[in-house]
């Protein structure tokens, strides 16, 4: 009798305690695998936001000193091009300053995704204001793009000469804020892909 009360007081788990147990230690797993995915999409994602500053500053500072003025010229007439004459170059310098100082402020939380790569909030700001940044790079790059392309073809049906045979060097300038503006828009891309596919994934 007494080796039978010994036996009754030994506690035995369940069927049902033992299958609730196993969901988490796979679900454990499966927390572990996504975090080290996630933390290597955020260091690209990291590296990928100074390549954009870097193309971003390069397209501000090349637009923004596109400036030239022909040899020839009287007491009252000058012949000078600059990025300030126009409008459009105007808001292409402002918005993609913009934008370069938008990912100089977005870089503590790139980091932030990197040292916690499960934070769902720093990842789901940084999807929605990359979104606002694209945006308006590709604006600012894209009617850049359509004055670069007048200057150097003109249009004979408003009868707009080319410009860039007598200012080279102000159209090579220019061309080359618009190409560093458009690498800055692809960048910015990747940027967002990024972001939703780490929300994405589990």
Not at 98 to 121: C, E, K, M, Q, W
Request: hydrophobic fraction near 55%; proline fraction near 4%; include cysteine.
């Amino acid at each position: 009798m007494k080796s039978d009360s010994i036996a009754v007081d030994v506690p035995a788990e369940s069927s049902s305690a033992i299958k609730g147990k196993a969901p988490l230690l796979g679900l454990a797993r499966d927390h572990t695998g996504s975090g080290g995915y996630k933390r290597g999409l955020s260091i690209f994602d990291f590296l990928l936001r100074l390549a954009a500053i870097v193309a971003a500053l390069a397209a501000a500072a090349t637009m923004g000193t596109s400036d030239e003025t022909l040899p020839f010229f009287t007491q009252f007439l000058q012949f000078e091009a600059s990025y300030d004459d126009l409008p459009t170059f105007q808001f292409f310098v402002v918005a993609i300053a913009i934008v370069a100082g938008y990912l100089v402020l977005s870089l503590p939380f790139s980091v932030v995704t990197i040292v916690r790569p499960l934070a769902v909030a720093p990842r789901l700001l940084l999807l929605v204001l990359d979104t606002a940044a694209l945006a308006l790079d590709t604006a600012a790059a894209s009617a850049a793009a359509a004055i670069v392309y007048l200057a150097h073809n003109g249009n004979t049906n408003t009868n707009w000469l080319p410009i860039c045979q007598q200012f080279g060097d102000f159209c090579q300038k220019t061309s080359g804020a618009v190409v560093s503006a458009f690498a800055s828009v692809t960048f910015l891309a990747i940027l967002v892909v990024i972001s939703g596919v780490s929300l994405k994934r589990p």
